[in-house]
């Protein structure tokens, strides 16, 4: 089954206003020769830049996500952004469980759980994180993290809703370091998802919802990760934040 690839920018905490919006403009320049029938382009700045880039994209093809959201419309929760918020100011998607939250913010199972369910809710689709520590790699737990991640976070969710989200690997002992897992690696990790994921809703639904990678994804590696069978796109930290190498890794998708 032929799956369209997305490339997915995440600008973490980076830029203000302004950049955002001028890195937008430059993204929508360097890839506007790129058929988006074949290929979905997102991007995810921070809470602040999201009103003005959403401004920036009206019109063009290129999809606006929030970086996380909380799992209640509106309420006492100091600092959080509620679902209804994200669709406001125009996003279509929201990153849940990222590594980083999970790691310095206290994000479980059970809270990526909540979160999924409030994003169906609203409207929104979810682009839910998995992955494993390097200690966790070292002492052979990689595929037991990721199925406990997958049967928590997913806990309660349709067959429909799990098809139509999107999954994203991130080997956090690739995340900003520089290292990258090989596509061997990679299309392991991405294999045992797959199969997971059929032997929970199907074959036809399984084999239709998109993987994405993410761990230092560059220019000069997306090829390789992206000829891989079980690999639909990247998750794109730090190489995102140039207009150029992000235009460079959504042509090389192809």
Not at 56 to 74: D, I, K, R
Not at 100 to 126: C, D, M
Not at 185 to 211: M, T
């Amino acid at each position: 089954m032929k799956r369209k690839p997305m490339i997915a920018g995440n600008w973490k905490m980076h830029l203000t206003t302004s950049e955002a919006r001028a890195l937008a403009e430059g993204i929508l320049k360097q890839t506007s020769d790129v058929n988006t029938g074949e290929i979905d382009i997102l991007i995810a700045p921070p809470y602040t830049s999201l009103a003005a880039v959403s401004g920036t994209l009206a019109s063009s093809p290129v999809l606006l996500a929030g970086q996380n959201m909380h799992w209640e419309e509106s309420g006492a929760f100091t600092g959080e952004i509620s679902p209804l918020m994200l669709k406001d100011v125009g996003c279509t998607h929201a990153i849940i469980g990222h590594s980083e939250r999970r790691q310095y913010f206290n994000e479980t199972n059970e809270t990526v759980n909540k979160k999924l369910h409030a994003a169906f809710s609203h409207g929104l689709i979810p682009i839910m994180c998995v992955g494993e520590s390097l200690e966790q790699r070292e002492g052979r737990q990689t595929f037991s993290i990721i199925q406990e991640e997958l049967e928590k976070g997913l806990d309660g969710l349709t067959s429909e809703q799990v098809q139509s989200m999107i999954l994203a690997y991130e080997p956090i002992w690739a995340i900003g370091t520089g290292k990258t897992a090989s596509p061997e690696q990679a299309e392991e990790v991405h294999k045992f998802i797959r199969g997971w994921l059929i032997s929970r809703i199907g074959n036809e639904s399984g084999r239709a919802v998109r993987i994405l990678y993410g761990g230092s994804v560059k220019p000069d590696n997306i090829e390789g990760l992206m000829a891989k069978e079980n690999i639909d796109g990247g998750l794109v930290g730090g190489a995102s934040l140039k207009a150029d190498s992000f235009s460079q890794i959504v042509k090389r998708s192809l």
